[in-house]
Structure formats: structure tokens, C-alpha cells
């Protein structure tokens, strides 16, 4: 039977309650004080979380919450509601809650809270200790607790999140207490009752460690503002912004579905909410432009889940990547941005290929359109004097910064001010029509004003701060008030946002235009909190601060502003705002629920792999499987990934496989002669943890997209993992090229990692569909994927054609390291003893300092060495070192030394990649030219 068949869509009210299944919880009682009691917490929790993360506290001295005493409050809050909203089985009651519920919810709360009461010094002062006296030596109270709250929240666990990463937590405390049973590599010692309950509970090893700290610190806040951004209509404007801009293109739905699912992404802690909030309205569209249900839900499956690699959130990991990497929160965005960007192009390209593969068109829109080639050129020229004028505000800024004078830099926020001008000038006059080409313009207009505007920012800012010195806060404060008011009321001369209903037929997209100006003001807040983090440098958790403090005053204020403003009734206005920021605040602490819950339990698992230390058994066990073989070692780890990630959130997924198998891949990789940086594991890792919402056959978010769409969701998961095999092909890249992470790379190279890096995926993904211009041939297909890989990976021919190094005798490492190139590196590989005494071979790299001798820079690497009977043996690495970081130590043997040389320029193989990409182009042009004319033929010759 045909998919045709199935019902069309479900209900807005069974989509909701998929959602709350999943993300809120799926109980909404019917008894007014139970209803108001969770909502009452809910908001509580809210009010906490804000609290915390303010500076108000340092300022008045009071309210002052460490981290360990926060996270029991935290947990404490997110048990009470899990228990409350999250029913204990599939035919439980929805309306009420049982007496059971109300003990375990009080029960699991007192467990959590009994870190914090317990540690306090009214408790000190009754019993005489508290649990700060006792570390590692619990009483019995203490292992009482620890146990129920162990047992509490694994079921609060199954509640929220479902089995798999509770069962996952079982195996991993049996495996704490059965380690002496395990056979043969697994085996260990095993732990005592009252040590696992300690580390485990009381502890901050287990599950108030460092996941729970990011969740209590950093997550709420984000998840908080994307609530409140939600519920103040951005959810509606991306959309509509992305239907406006893209809708009328091939296939253009899926396009738009892919564009707001990326920037709802950016807010969004949840793939499957995700799915269901733009699905409800981009699949039924997709459907009427001729995307089958299965195509449908995989766009947009695709397309929401890659939401969760797309800083500044990323499902809330970028955070704990910070603690767990140990690097700014600005370098892990920095690093996790450009792969997440070129996923999303090809994604865009994936949708565009099935659009002229199926000869789909577009949405109408009023109005002639401009040949795409036009188009294209239009926004390329423009793109290009914008740029031109920003590099030439850039350098006048420097030369005046150069200068020192207060009045030289007035003089270039002038100037800036005066290009702002005229750029918007050019703007309004590109909006008086609506074609393709002038769309795109004002687009690169818009750009260009984004970067003309940013660099005017920074140039007044910085006048500010040294015009109002302590007062800068305040003075801020009000510039941001004046923008707001400005914004708003250029926003109230456009009509509103409605909220389409997605089953009634669309006949004409949205203007861009109005569309796009009707909801500026939700951008303020957005570039709030990118300026504090990126700029300012202000920790995220501050950052956040500041941005949902904006957007708590956005809430209050927008509708009675847009209502004076446009001569309207404010009556009921402002109870309206409030009662959106109430909303906004519950749904943000309901939102949180299962990520406190899942950062909790994945807690334990961490606990137990810091306790029994399995995490050196798992990798060699990946080891002895894979044999060495580096791609091999990647694609066990990415296979665990997956099955360890099936059923998680994007949260608990990366905390779980990070902590297992991230050191893994470090570890082997240095034992077979790859050198790969943390960060570009932990993002390797994360991005296969997140495939399991894809993947089937538990694919949450394909589940929720079938839903949506009538589909089948298995079909639908298959679909949308292959439409990923793009996601899942840059972390095998980037670990062999780091570039596209922009590690160690320059402006103009990262430049030009971004371009070759997205030309070489979208050939990629025209192999990997088939299709190019025209349907491919198998060979094609094969030489794209393979044109592809050269320009990802140069490197990997050019050091087949001339190796880019050549061994020299150990002994002599004076000597080379001397005569090296300042800023190259020399490579080694060292025999000594892992952690357990096993002879283990490993790969370092000794970078080459500018010091004047050999000497001179092996002390200054840290390294010293000695020369015994023929070998080159490592006398010392002198503490927190270069030489200790890279992993030399004491009595290592240096086995083998080599020297970098001069190979050719890696980029000139894309020289006779580029050749064979233009023969295939040719091929396939003039096949489609000879189809072109015998359809045209065949209809001619068909005429009566």
C-alpha cells in the first residue's frame, strides 16, 4: 500500500503532547492547585537559576551560592518535577497525580537536598559535623541517602528519558561492584559498598560532577533564553523570515525548512522539539511542492538535528566541551563553527539536487524574478564592494587606533556612521521592488551593514568605556534601551506575524521585506549575547545573564511599545507580557527537566569510569579490534558512538561518549602515529552522538518528523541518515585536517579553508545523490567522491608524492633541532611504559623555538636527554612543561627521529581535481543539452 494512504498529519494537540513526552513531560493535571503547584516550582526554579547567574548576589552580599551548593538545589528542583510531570508508564494517569508520585517526588528531592543541608553550618552547629568533615569515610545515614538517591533518580531517568541511559547507568554501577567477576581485560578489583555511595553520591566525582556543575551554571540560562525567545514570537519569524527568503525557489520549502531549523537550532536544546516546531509547518509544505512523506520528514530530521552542531548552544555540549577540554568557551565556538556551516550548505545543496531531480518548483511569489545568474552576480559584486568597504573601515580604525586620540577615533565612528547611511540608503531603494536579484542584493546589503555596523560598534564602544569608566554598565544599559525603542518603532510600521495554520494551502510566500523588518527587535538580544561572549569575553554564564535579563524586558515591554506606536488600544498589554514571561520562564525550567536529569545520571557513568578506570580497558579493546589501523580505531569509536547515543539527548549522549571514548582515540592515535587535537575528538564524538537521533532504529527525531508527515519512520530515519552522510563524513576530516577547525590557521587561511572545504562537500554530496547536473554515472559518481576527498585532503596524495619528512638518528637531536626552521616541528616515536607498566610505543611532536641553539631550545621544550649505549634516552621533562604536556617522560627511550623538509605546495593537486570536475561538468551539460532537445522534439513532433 502506498505511504499516500496514511493519514495526512496528527493533531496540533497530539504533536504537543509528543513533545512533552518527550521534552516537558506528558501529565497536565486537571486539579487547578496541582497544576498551579507544578507551575509554581517551575517558575521557582526559573527565578533560581537567574539568581545564581547575576551579579546580583557579589553585589549585595547575600543569596551567594558555590557550585556544590547549587547543584543539590538544581537536581532537587528537576527530580521534584520529573517525577510530577513525567507519568511512570504508557498507561498511567495523564490528568492526575498518584499519592505514589508525591512520595517519590519528595523523597528524591530530600535525597539531593541532603548535600546541602547536610553541609551547612546550622547542622554543624546541632550535630557537631558535617558532610565536609567526613570525605571518603560516610556514616550511615549518608550511604542511606546516597542509595535512594542513586535509585530515585534512575527512575526518574526512565521516566524523562526513557531506558537505554538507565540501563546504561545499571551496567556501569554493576560493573563498579562486579569488576572482580568481569572476564579476562575487564576484570578489576572491584569497590567497596560505602565508597561507591560516596564517590557516586556524595562526592563530586559522580553525579554532582562536572556535567551537573554545566547544567546548574551554564545550560539553564541558555535553554531559559531560547524559551523566552520562543515564546516572545521568534520561533514564528524564523520560520517566516526563511519561507519569505527561500520559499520560492526549487524545492523551496525543504530550503526554508533547512534555514529555520539551522537558526531555530541555534537557540534550541532539543532535536526532536525542534522537528516538531518547524515540521508542523515545512513538511505538509514540502509535501504540496512534491516531496514524498519519507523525503519530507528526512529534510527535516536532517535539518534539526544539525541544529544541535550550530554554536553558540550545540545542545548545550559547547559547555561542557569547555570543561572538559579545558579552553575558552570562544575557542570551542571558534572551532565547532565552520564544519557546522558547510554541513548546513550541503544541506541546502542535498534539498536542491532532489528539487532538479524531480523537476520541483518553488512557492509563488508576486513579482518578476531576475534570472538566477543575475542574481548570483548582483550579490557577488555587491558582496565584494561591501567587503572592500569594510577592510578600508577596518585599517582607518587601526591607523587612528595607532594615532591614540580620542578625537581621531570620533573621527572613525563619523565615518562609519556615514557609510551606515548610505548603505541603508541603497537598501531602501533595492526594496522597492521585488525581484531575485535585488532580494539577493539587499541581502549582501544587510551583510555588508552587519560588518560596517559591527566595527562602528567596537570603535564607539571603546570610546564609551573611557568616557564613563565605572558608570560604563549603565551607560550601556541605556544605549541598548535607545536601540530597542529606535528598532520597535521602525518594526510597528509592519503588520504582525501570524501563525499560519500549516494544513490550509499557501498560495503566495510572505514579502521578504516586510517580513524580515517586522521582527528586528528579536535580534537585539541574539547579538547581546554574541557580543559578550565573543567580544567582551564574558563568561557564557554571565553572557546569558545579560541576554535574558534583555529579554525579559523585551517581553514586558513589546506589545504596550508596539501598541503605542501604531495608535492602538494598550489595554491588556501589559498583563499580556507578563503573562508571556511567566510562560516563557515555566516552559524554560519544563524544558530543563530531562537535561538536568540526563547530566545527572550521565553522571554516574562518569563516576564509574573515574572509579574503575575502564575507560583503559575500552580502548584496548578498541585497539586489539581495530589492530592499530587508525581509521579503523575511528570507525569502532563511531559505531560505539552511535549505539551508546540511540535514545540519549544531545546532552547525556556527549557526556557519556566523550568520557568513554574520547580519551581512546587521543590515546591510539598517539600509539599509531596521529597527533590529534582534544577538541577535534570531543567534536568527532559529538557529532556521531547526535547521529543516534537520526539513525534507526531509534531515531527519536525521525519518529517525530513521521509523525508529523504520515510517513513511515523507519523510512524516514533511513532517509534522513543518508541526507546526513555528509554530518557523518567531517569528523573522519577534520581529525586528519584540522584546518577545518581553524586550529593554527590565519584570517586569509581560514578564508580559504571555508571556501575549498564547501566546494569540496558539495561535490561530495553530488556523488554521494547521484546526481550532479544531470543523473550520474556510476564512474562520475566515484570521481567526485574522490575529487571531493583531494580537496579536503591534499595532503594525503602530495605526501605519497614527496614525504613530508626524513628520519635522522636520534643521537644527533641537538644538532637537528638546532639547524631546524624556528616554528617547524620534529617528529618522534617514543618506547616507554603506560600507566600500568605495559610497553607501549607512542608519537610526539617537538616543536622547533627561535633560541639561538639546539641546546637552548630543548631547554626550553622542557626536555633534557642523554645518550646510553647507541640510544637516546629521556632524562627528564621538567614539570608543567611543553615536553611533559606532549607526554615525554622520565627513562622513555627516543627510538626514532625525523625532520621535516620542503614538499611542493599541497594545493596544486587541486589543479588536476578541478580538470576532471570541469570534464564531468562538460559531460553532463551536454547530455542534459541532448535530452533538452529531444524532449523538445518529441513535443514538436507530437503537435497536431
Not at 575558552?328 to 563553527?337: I, L, N, T
Not at 564509574?608 to 580497558?617: F, H, L, Y
Amino acid at each position: 500500500m502506498s505511504t499516500d494512504s496514511k493519514p495526512e498529519t496528527y493533531s496540533a494537540s497530539e504533536l504537543d503532547d509528543l513533545v512533552a513526552s518527550v521534552d516537558t513531560g506528558g501529565r497536565n493535571p486537571s486539579n487547578r492547585q496541582v497544576a498551579l503547584l507544578i507551575a509554581g516550582v517551575a517558575l521557582a526554579w526559573s527565578i533560581f537559576q537567574i539568581w545564581i547567574a547575576s551579579p546580583l548576589p557579589y553585589t549585595l552580599g547575600i543569596g551567594v551560592f558555590s557550585s556544590r551548593e547549587a547543584r543539590p538545589i538544581h537536581l532537587g528542583f528537576a527530580l521534584f518535577l520529573a517525577y510530577l510531570v513525567f507519568p511512570a508508564f504508557r498507561g498511567s494517569p495523564r490528568r492526575t497525580v498518584p499519592w505514589a508520585d508525591w512520595l517519590l517526588a519528595i523523597g528524591a528531592t530530600a535525597s539531593a537536598l541532603y548535600l546541602f543541608v547536610f553541609d551547612t553550618a546550622l547542622i554543624k552547629a546541632l550535630t557537631g559535623t558535617q558532610l565536609a568533615d567526613r570525605p571518603n569515610n560516610p556514616n550511615g545515614l549518608d550511604v542511606v541517602v546516597a542509595v535512594a538517591g542513586i535509585l530515585f533518580l534512575l527512575e526518574a531517568t526512565r521516566r524523562s528519558l526513557g531506558p537505554p541511559l538507565m540501563v546504561v547507568a545499571i551496567v556501569f554501577l554493576g560493573y563498579t561492584f562486579l569488576g572482580p567477576y568481569a572476564p579476562g581485560i575487564l576484570a578489576w578489583k572491584g569497590a567497596s559498598f560505602n565508597a561507591v555511595a560516596y564517590h557516586q553520591w556524595l562526592s563530586t566525582e559522580g553525579v554532582f560532577g562536572i556535567a551537573l556543575g554545566v547544567s546548574t551554571d551554564l545550560v539553564f540560562l541558555f535553554v531559559l533564553f531560547g524559551a523566552l525567545l520562543d515564546k516572545a514570537g521568534a520561533g514564528n519569524y524564523f520560520i517566516k523570515v526563511a519561507f519569505s527568503l527561500m520559499g520560492h525557489f526549487s524545492g523551496g520549502p525543504a530550503k526554508a525548512a533547512v534555514v529555520a531549523s539551522g537558526m531555530t537550532g541555534l537557540i534550541s536544546g532539543s532535536s526532536i522539539a525542534n522537528v516538531v516546531t518547524t515540521g508542523t509547518f515545512t513538511i505538509p509544505m514540502m509535501r504540496r511542492v512534491g516531496f514524498s512523506r519519507e523525503k519530507a520528514g528526512a529534510v527535516e530530521v536532517a535539518s534539526s538535528v544539525n541544529g544541535q552542531i550550530m554554536p553558540p548552544v550545540m545542545g548545550a555540549a559547547a559547555f561542557l566541551m569547555v570543561e572538559y577540554i579545558g579552553i575558552s568557551y570562544f575557542e570551542v565556538v571558534k572551532h565547532a563553527f565552520l564544519p557546522a556551516v558547510i554541513s548546513y550548505i550541503a544541506l541546502v545543496y542535498i534539498v536542491h539536487l532532489e528539487a532538479m531531480r524531480q523537476g520541483m518548483e518553488g512557492l509563488p511569489r508576486s513579482g518578476t524574478v531576475k534570472p538566477v545568474k543575475w542574481a548570483l552576480l548582483s550579490f557577488g559584486v555587491t558582496m565584494a564592494v561591501l567587503l572592500a568597504v569594510a577592510s578600508g573601515i577596518y585599517y582607518l580604525f587601526l591607523a587612528f587606533q595607532a594615532l591614540g586620540s580620542t578625537g581621531g577615533q570620533l573621527l572613525a565612528v563619523l565615518i562609519v556612521l556615514a557609510v551606515v547611511f548610505l548603505i541603508s540608503r541603497l537598501i531602501r531603494s533595492l526594496t522597492s521592488a521585488d525581484t531575485r536579484m535585488k532580494t539577493m542584493s539587499t541581502g549582501a546589503m544587510v551583510i555588508g551593514l552587519t560588518v560596517v555596523c559591527a566595527f562602528g560598534l567596537f570603535l564607539f564602544m571603546d570610546l564609551l568605556q573611557a568616557a564613563a569608566g565605572n558608570a560604563t554598565i549603565w551607560a550601556v544599559a541605556a544605549l541598548i534601551g535607545l536601540v530597542y525603542l529606535a528598532i520597535v518603532r521602525y518594526c510597528a510600521s509592519f503588520p504582525d506575524l501570524e501563525m499560519d495554520d500549516p494544513n490550509e494551502p499557501v498560495v503566495h510566500l510572505p514579502e521578504p521585506g516586510p517580513t524580515v523588518k517586522s521582527g528586528l527587535h528579536f535580534l537585539l538580544p541574539v547579538g547581546v549575547l554574541i557580543w559578550c561572549l565573543m567580544v567582551e569575553r564574558l563568561s557564557p554564564s554571565l553572557s546569558a545573564f545579560w541576554a535574558t535579563a534583555l529579554m525579559i524586558f523585551i517581553l514586558l515591554t513589546q506589545r504596550p511599545l508596539f501598541a503605542l506606536f501604531r495608535g492602538e488600544d494598550k489595554t491588556g498589554t501589559v498583563q499580556q507580557g507578563w503573562s508571556e514571561l511567566i510562560d516563557g520562564m515555566i516552559m524554560g525550567a519544563r524544558n530543563m527537566i530531562g537535561i538536568g536529569i540526563a547530566t545527572a545520571a550521565a553522571g554516574i557513568i562518569v563516576g564509574a569510569v573515574s572509579q574503575t578506570g575502564v575507560g583503559s580497558v575500552l580502548a584496548a579493546l578498541v585497539e586489539f579490534l581495530s589492530q592499530g589501523q587508525i581509521l579503523l580505531i575511528l570507525i569502532l569509536t563511531a559505531v560505539l558512538s552511535l549505539i551508546l547515543g540511540m535514545g540519549l539527548p544531545t546532552t547525556a549522549n556527549y557526556i557519556v561518549v566523550s568520557s568513554l571514548l574520547a580519551p581512546v582515540i587521543v590515546a591510539l592515535g598517539q600509539q599509531n602515529g596521529l597527533i590529534v587535537p582534544l577538541v577535534a575528538v570531543h567534536l568527532f564524538v559529538f557529532y556521531f552522538g547526535i547521529m543516534a537521533d537520526v539513525t534507526p532504529p531509534v531515531g527519536l527525531a525521525s519518529f517525530a518528523a513521521a509523525a508529523v508527515s504520515g510517513g513511515d519512520p523507519i523510512r524516514t530515519g533511513f532517509v534522513a541518515f543518508f541526507y546526513s552522510l555528509r554530518t557523518a563524513l567531517l569528523p573522519f576530516l577534520f581529525i586528519f585536517n584540522t584546518d577545518l577547525l581553524l586550529i593554527d590557521v590565519t584570517l586569509v587561511e581560514g578564508a580559504i579553508v571555508f571556501v575549498v572545504a564547501t566546494a569540496a562537500i558539495l561535490v561530495f554530496t553530488a556523488g554521494a545523490q547521484g546526481f550532479f547536473i544531470v543523473r550520474s554515472r556510476r564512474w562520475e559518481s566515484a570521481a567526485l567522491i574522490l575529487i571531493a576527498f583531494t580537496l579536503f585532503r591534499p595532503g594525503f596524495w602530495m605526501d605519497m608524492i614527496s614525504p613530508p619528512y626524513q628520519q635522522v638518528d636520534p643521537v644527533a637531536i641537538t644538532q637537528v633541532i638546532g639547524e631546524a626552521k624556528p616554528g617547524s616541528e620534529l617528529r618522534a616515536t617514543v618506547d616507554g611504559l603506560d600507566e600500568v607498566g605495559d610497553p607501549v610505543t607512542l608519537t610526539m611532536m617537538i616543536p622547533v623555538g627561535d633560541e639561538p641553539t639546539g641546546e637552548e631550545r630543548l631547554e626550553a621544550f622542557g626536555l633534557a636527554v642523554l645518550e646510553q649505549d647507541g640510544k637516546l634516552i629521556v632524562d627528564n621533562a621538567l614539570y608543567d612543561s611543553k615536553a611533559q604536556a606532549a607526554g615525554f617522560d622520565f627513562d622513555q627511550t627516543i627510538a626514532t627521529l625525523e625532520t621535516p623538509i620542503d614538499q611542493p605546495m599541497r594545493e596544486l593537486l587541486y589543479i588536476p581535481a578541478l580538470l576532471l570536475l570541469a570534464g564531468i561538468y562538460a559531460l553532463q551539460r551536454r547530455r542534459r543539452t541532448a535530452a533538452g532537445a529531444a524532449a523538445q522534439k518529441s513535443v514538436a513532433g507530437g503537435t497536431p
